[in-house]
């Protein structure tokens, strides 16, 4: 077999790809009767190879406006004159801009990476750059190492045109320094795209990969690694280039450290990403089950349930449980709310549904876990976090908020997770976290509020009992006490508004949570990865009741 065949599973039967096709057709031609025939297949393999590139634009997402006045403007700049006059080092041409497409393909891998900071060996005028920049969270960055300081100025009025000016980094000089620099400075890497001067390659790849300046998931990504095709198949032509990328291209084939797919796109492109070492001790190393700490916190598969998940907390529980995985059910006494946050999630990708359920009703609590389980299969974490809030002096305090406070904070919690339990001891497993408050912990003023703080520190006595009761079956409970949490509820009161400045006092942080704060901590608590973690009172405060 030669080398490499074990991939190409239809080398020998029927033509399957485009390049297959070509392949079919070019020999057809070659062993035509007659010229006329010979013609006629050149002529459709022709059309197959040029339309491919035009093909493959039409139908992906074009670069943004930005980014094609910058393409626009890299293809018809006089290089020849800029290099004559001396502005660039280099004679440069049009024809190292990557293009739309190929930046579209970086941004898209650096997406699935969820890459925060990025690596560019080779920014040209930058339009791949300003694609990924522009694909990156807000305080992502993206290091565009290059040779010629004319680039920098080039690109800059695109990127900050683009909004993006703050997340690229251009660092001028050769590569190597560049690299060297950036190395000792701490600085790692989620994605790099090597696309710089091909014998420096081999090189660059080996800073990279032994100063270990990729992160963990992370990848290298290489342009040009066919090289027009001369890496695999030279026309005689003598090209340095093409030599080197063989070089390379063998190197990395080696590599023990490393796994390489190469792509037949554009002039062809590497991506290498690092093996799981073979010499592991344990699972430490390893990680459980193979799953590594990241991926233990994934919740693929799993449905959740979330009470108040119309608004506020609930609904950021909601979108953090979604964007970990999980399909999620939105259950709110009012249908509006539940329907927009579930919405909401659809728009995102996740799967949900809207349950209309008044938790103080055992009844409905019941409903609320069929029709989760009905609707989408299951029931595997529950968040009990609908509560409601009332301020009064204890010696004021009316019976019926007393009640009303209790009925849904404390009692209707309780029957949450006792219709939850029940399903998730039959399955054997289940997360239940329960929102608390800090008031379960410290009494908050200048706010009073006897019967809120008493029914949330019956939350966390409920959660602990629970914690204990159904711990070696499966099942865990904790409960979340937040402290004074920026939303709606204080912003629109006239009452609680004015109290911002003295809470602030009395938060080391010097700020309220905001809903925001609250996301990691609840995943978390979903997660295979807090599987010995049951009765417990995570607090996230700003330190608000240590002082
Ligand atoms: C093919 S272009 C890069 C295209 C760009 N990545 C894109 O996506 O459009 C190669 C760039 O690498 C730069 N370059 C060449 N040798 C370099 C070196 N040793 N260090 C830094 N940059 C270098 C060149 O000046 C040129 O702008």
Request: glycine share 8%; charged share 20%.
């Amino acid at each position: 077999m030669a080398p490499g065949a074990e991939n190409c599973i239809h080398s020998t039967g029927q033509p399957d790809t485009p390049v297959e096709v070509l392949v079919d057709v070019l020999s057809k031609a070659l062993r035509a009767p007659d010229a006329g025939e010979m013609k006629r297949l050149v002529e459709q393999a022709y059309k197959l190879v040029a339309g491919l590139d035009p093909y493959l634009d039409t139908v992906s997402t074009p670069p943004s406006p930005v980014c094609q006045e910058l393409i626009h403007a890299s293809l018809s700049h006089p290089w020849a004159d800029a290099h004559s006059q001396g502005k660039t080092r280099f004679l440069q041409k049009k024809e190292c801009c990557a293009g739309g497409l190929e930046g579209r393909f970086i941004a898209t891998l650096c997406r699935l990476a969820a890459a925060k900071t990025v690596l560019e060996v080779g920014m040209f005028t930058g339009t791949t750059t300003l694609a990924v920049a522009q694909q990156l969270p807000e305080d992502g960055k993206v290091y565009a190492l290059e040779i010629e300081e004319y680039m920098r100025d080039f690109s800059q009025p695109y990127f900050r045109r683009a909004g993006v000016d703050k997340k690229v980094d251009v660092v001028v000089g050769p590569a190597s320094d560049s690299l060297e620099r950036l190395a000792a400075l701490g600085v790692r890497f989620d994605l790099a795209f090597l696309d710089a001067d091909k014998g420096g390659y081999l090189g660059y790849y080996k800073q990279l990969m032994d100063n270990n300046l990729i992160l963990p998931g992370g990848a290298i990504v290489v342009d040009n690694t066919l090289m027009k095709g001369r890496t695999y198949e030279p026309d005689g032509v003598k090209d340095e280039s093409a030599d080197a990328i063989r070089e390379f291209n063998d190197f990395v084939r080696r590599d023990a450290r490393v796994d390489v797919v190469v792509l037949p796109f554009r002039d062809g492109v590497s991506i290498i990403t690092r093996r799981a070492p073979t010499d592991a001790k344990d699972e430490v190393a390893t990680g459980l089950h193979g799953n590594l700490i990241m991926q233990r916190l994934k919740l693929n598969g799993r449905v959740a349930l979330i009470t108040g998940g119309g608004q506020g907390i609930g609904r950021a529980f909601a979108h953090a449980l979604g964007e970990a995985g999980a399909a999620i059910a939105i259950v709110d006494v009012v249908r509006a709310t539940a329907e927009a946050t579930a919405a909401e999630l659809a728009g995102k990708g996740i799967r949900s549904v809207a349950v209309v359920a008044d938790i103080t009703r055992a009844k409905d609590c019941e409903r609320m876990v069929a029709e989760t389980v009905a609707a989408l299969g299951g029931l595997d974490i529950a968040v009990n976090n609908a509560g409601v809030n009332m301020n009064n002096a204890a010696e004021d305090t009316p019976e019926d908020e007393w009640d009303m406070t209790f009925n849904v904070n404390t009692k209707g919690l309780f029957l949450c997770c006792q219709a939850e339990g029940r399903h998730m001891l039959a399955a054997g497993r289940g997360r239940i976290i329960n929102t608390a408050s800090m008031a379960s912990l410290l009494v908050p003023h200048p706010q009073k509020q006897i019967a809120y703080n008493a029914s949330k520190a019956a939350v966390v006595k409920i959660t602990q009992t629970l914690g204990c009761e159904w711990a070696d079956r499966g099942v865990t409970v904790n409960c979340m006490s937040p402290g004074i949490v920026n939303t709606a509820l204080i912003q629109e009161s006239d009452a609680l508004r004015p109290l911002c400045k003295e809470w602030l006092a009395q938060i080391p942080a010097g700020r309220l949570a905001e809903v925001t704060d609250l996301q990691a901590a609840i995943v978390l608590l979903a997660s295979d990865a807090a599987s010995y973690m049951t009765g417990h009172n995570l607090v996230l405060d700003g330190g608000h009741t240590l002082w």
